[in-house]
């Protein structure tokens, strides 16, 4: 039923992606694996988010805090492009 409603409706969505790049060596980044779509990708942090209730910035920094706090338990993947 939510698929059928996305397809006629076609609602505005909206959403971030937070890189994050590494204190000590800027040539590494953050990398997470979500829970959602194909978990065996790695990408950046980030999430959707609502306008009317937070900025752009706001919610990167809030997915990105979730992703940061989450990485204990999901390893958290820095990655250098050599």
Do not use: C
């Amino acid at each position: 039923m939510r698929s059928v409603y996305w397809r006629i409706a076609k609602p505005t969505t909206y959403g971030v992606k937070a890189l994050i790049i590494h204190p000590a060596d800027t040539d590494r980044v953050l990398l997470v694996q979500h829970s959602y779509g194909d978990t065996s990708l790695w990408s950046l942090p980030g999430g959707g988010y609502k306008p009317a209730r937070e900025t752009p910035e706001e919610a990167a920094r809030r997915s990105a805090s979730k992703s940061y706090a989450s990485s204990w338990t999901r390893r958290p993947l820095f990655w250098r492009n050599t």
